[in-house]
């Protein structure tokens, strides 16, 4: 740990309470720095590898010692999170056992349970945030949450919804944001802290005397490397391609340009346009956004073969040209890959079999550290998986190289998981190998020991990653960084990018670091205004938790809704629930009792139905909180995590049979957003109606929800085909049909309905039912379908021309091509699945 300005080493070493004695270096800058931080809610900059966990830790253990609770550190990678709690072990003096990890590996269940007994919790954001969304656990008790690598706190990013339940569920919290690169600009810097709601910021750089000790220079070298004519003339072709296409969008007026070379700024307005014309229902929209699609795809090409190397190049063709052959392929990707130029690019890359001069350079470059200078460990940071798979590969003829690459399945690519990342990590620090191969999964904060040198093998255009990079060299001794630019390619032009923003950043921490002052003044101006929901006083935190347990209910009876819900989304959710045709919620769209619904009632109000039940839990009449129960894969929206912030609504996360959302005995909801029901309509797709289908055996009132704007006019789909689709869910299964803006908006509603079925009508929440059993005709489209992602329309064709599975399995292509639907292409996909050898 000595490395990164965290573990033990010669001098004094820091004696503290709860700090294993003997194990921390005193370092007075990182002394300094937990003062301060104990202090208030802080943002700490320090250098990479100058030990930031180290004054999270010293925070950590005087609040455990002082305060007492438990302790939260939040990383935004399992690696991470794995390393400082390995550092926390080590350094606290607390049982291992009390040292706690929450990743997407371990279950939730078992999560809910270590909670209760640790002591320090360091865990990925996006977990906590799923246990907090499904009231598996609290912060109250929790006296200091650490945001490392706080600088990720923009946007939805789970570090922001964390840090407003921390503010608003802790008794006494303190926050500790950490970052070597807080944001670009001040403006950047002061929404990190508005985010995560920290009120002062200190900044230490290589210029305080008491950290300069502890850094060495780092000399940045750059590299042009010419491009081979194969390559250039591979490039020039699909460049043709973005011309023309560009030259399309020009004649419908949404670009001045056809310069292949344009910025992403360029093409991300020229986007902005083209759904300005699909909402004005221009026909011109439609296929500009298409030929829109088919641009990216071609840069991303360009970008490959350019900057990477043909080999990524072509396993991008074959995954390109396998989403071309599968059902619903879009007409982008099959435009993409029936062009004749980049179907020329494709065979002249397919036969090209020398490497890109970057795979030749980087092999010297690794030659003259490890070899003529006596290096003993190299880092190469690519952005492309494919790359770090090739590049390992061929650097391990002449070096002991291994690749480090993120988790799960990305671009056809296997990644590692977070036992692999670990071993090799230890690996590397062991010498048992001197090459890491790596992508920006090893940029944030790991514990990557000191190198001889960092290789870009093509520069980052953003600051903050590449200032991330560096840091990997340069701690105890001076280090080195080489990057390596493709001559005439965006290379140049992301290399320069990332300069002055680097430079610009380096500038504003030193500024910042002049101006702390002025930024904690701006940061605690006006009372607090923005970080009001943070900074509570007190008296106001005791007043809100009096307000929490007031059972007052200040909504008028029968109104169906209570006084929290009234001020905030009854007038929208009112509106999708027919409220302007002087009909009331659910009722407004309860359809006659049929034989189906009047079992369903039965069974959800005597609670005797034979389908297997769930927890059972009451709310709202006696004064409880309203229950939402969402579906686990509805994480992907905000709806649960909006509702879990709301007050006297409290969410719970089970994997649902039946369902998105359950709000009673007798409400199960389906969400669906307006592109999803329209591919039901053009897609063939019946899943929604089977959906649906169940929700009504199980429960007395399903409702769906279409979520989004322009039903009517968002895909050319007749309207007479939508209104039947809506008549099928109403009339034939009994479902409640309603219509929402967006997300927010279905949020009130959900709320809306929760309330009046628990508050109003003293219902309960009761989880039951199942998935109906496919039928034998179902199972055999579920699998004809499945091959080479014909889809289900297609599926049964085939079936009722061939009259069995086996007997499409077994058919010749020509036969294939006789059935109705079934092209070359889609023949030929077929046969190349079911014929092909295994492996």
């Not at 940045?220 to 490039?235: A, D, G, N, Q, S």
């Not at 001045?256 to 004005?280: F, H, V, W, Y």
């Not at 070899?371 to 998986?385: C, L, Q």
């Amino acid at each position: 740990m000595a490395a990164t300005g965290e573990g033990g080493g010669e001098g004094e070493t820091v004696e503290e309470p709860l700090v294993t004695p003997g194990h921390l270096q005193r370092r007075e800058y990182q002394v300094e720095l937990a003062e301060r931080a104990l202090a208030g809610h802080t943002l700490v900059c320090l250098p990479t590898g100058l030990g930031k966990t180290a004054v999270s830790l010293l925070v950590t253990a005087r609040r455990l010692h002082e305060v007492g609770g438990k302790s939260l550190l939040l990383a935004p990678t399992k690696p991470l999170v794995q390393q400082h709690a390995e550092f926390y072990r080590e350094a606290l003096e607390t049982p291992d056992d009390e040292v706690v990890v929450f990743t997407g590996e371990v279950r939730p269940d078992d999560r809910a349970d270590l909670w209760e007994s640790a002591r320090v919790v360091v865990a990925t954001p996006q977990v906590v945030e799923n246990d907090l969304v499904g009231n598996r656990v609290s912060l109250r008790e929790v006296t200091h949450c650490t945001f490392d690598e706080c600088h990720r706190a923009t946007g939805d990013y789970a570090y922001n919804y964390i840090a407003e339940r921390y503010h608003d569920d802790a008794a006494d919290p303190l926050v500790t944001g950490m970052s070597a690169s807080p944001g670009g600009d001040e403006e950047e810097i002061l929404t990190v802290c508005e985010n995560l709601g920290l009120d002062a910021v200190e900044v230490m750089t290589e210029r305080d005397a008491d950290v300069g000790e502890y850094t060495h220079r780092t000399d940045v070298e750059w590299e042009r490397v010419e491009l081979p004519e194969t390559v250039i003339e591979i490039r020039d072709a699909l460049n043709e391609v973005i011309e023309e296409r560009l030259a399309a969008l020009k004649e419908i007026d949404v670009t001045g340009s056809t310069d292949p070379q344009m910025s992403q700024r360029d093409l991300n307005e020229i986007r902005g346009k083209l759904q300005r014309m699909i909402n004005a229902d221009n026909a011109d929209g439609y296929q500009g956004m298409s030929a829109h699609a088919e641009i990216m795809k071609l840069r991303r090409a360009v970008e490959l073969v350019e900057t990477q190397s043909v080999e990524s190049l072509r396993r991008y063709f074959e995954r390109q040209r396998n989403a071309a052959r599968s059902s619903g392929a879009s007409k982008a990707a099959q435009r993409f890959v029936s062009e004749p130029r980049v179907q020329e690019a494709m065979r002249r890359a397919e036969a090209y079999d020398d490497l890109h001069p970057k795979f030749r350079r980087t092999r010297i470059l690794l030659a003259q550290t490890l070899g003529i200078e006596g290096g003993e460990r190299v880092i190469v940071f690519t952005e492309s998986r494919d790359t770090a798979e090739t590049l390992t590969e061929f650097l391990g003829e002449h070096f002991e190289a291994r690749k480090f690459v993120g988790q799960g399945d990305k671009e056809g690519s296997d990644g590692m998981t977070q036992t692999e990342q670990q071993a090799a990590l230890e690996a590397f620090r062991d010498g048992e190998f001197e090459v890491l191969v790596s992508t920006s999964v090893a940029e944030e904060g790991l514990d990557v020991p000191e190198v001889d040198l960092v290789l870009f093998y093509e520069p980052v255009p953003k600051g903050i990653r590449a200032i991330q990079r560096k840091g990997r060299t340069g701690r105890q001794t001076e280090g080195k960084v080489h990057v390596l630019l493709a001559e005439d390619t965006r290379d140049e032009a992301y290399f320069w990018i990332a300069r002055r923003e680097q430079k610009r950043m380096e500038e504003e921490l030193r500024e910042l670091k002049g101006a702390v002052d002025e930024v904690n003044d701006e940061l605690g101006a006006g009372d607090q205004e923005s970080l009001g929901a943070y900074d509570e006083t007190e008296e106001g935190r005791r007043d809100r938790e009096r307000e929490r347990d007031c059972d007052c209910d200040s909504a008028a009876p029968g109104d169906g809704e209570s006084g929290a819900a009234a001020g905030r989304g009854s007038e929208r959710a009112g509106a999708g629930t027919g409220a302007d045709d002087g009909q009331s919620g659910l009722d407004a769209f309860a359809p006659e009792e049929g034989p189906d619904a009047e079992n369903a009632r039965s069974e959800s109000e005597s609670g005797t139905g034979s389908e297997p039940e769930g927890t059972v839990a009451t709310a709202g009449a006696d004064g409880s909180a309203v229950e939402v129960v969402a579906d686990q894969r509805e994480l992907d929206a905000t709806i649960a995590r909006d509702l879990s912030t709301r007050e006297e609504i409290e969410t719970r996360l089970e994997t649902l049979a039946v369902g998105d959302y359950v709000l009673s005995d007798r409400v199960v909801v389906e969400r669906k957003s307006v592109e999803d029901f329209l591919d039901t309509l053009v897609g063939g797709d019946r899943s929604l109606f089977e959906q649906v289908g169940d929700a009504a055996r199980h429960y007395a009132r399903p409702v769906v929800i279409i979520e989004g704007e322009r039903l009517y006019e968002s895909r050319n789909v007749h309207p007479n085909a939508i209104r039947g689709a809506l008549a099928a869910l109403a009339v034939d299964f009994g479902a409640s049909v309603l219509r929402t803006d967006g997300e927010d908006d279905t949020a009130d509603l959900l709320e809306t309905v929760a309330r009046r079925e628990q508050e109003t009508s003293d219902r309960e929440v009761s989880v039951h039912g199942e998935k109906a059993a496919k039928t034998l005709p179902e199972q055999q489209e579920y699998v004809v379908s499945s091959i080479a992602d014909i889809g289900p329309v297609t599926a049964r064709s085939l079936l009722e021309a061939f009259g069995s599975v086996e007997g499409v399995m077994t058919a010749g292509e020509e036969d294939l091509l006789d059935v109705e639907g079934v092209g070359e292409v889609t023949a030929e996909r077929i046969r190349e699945v079911v014929g092909s050898d295994y492996g």
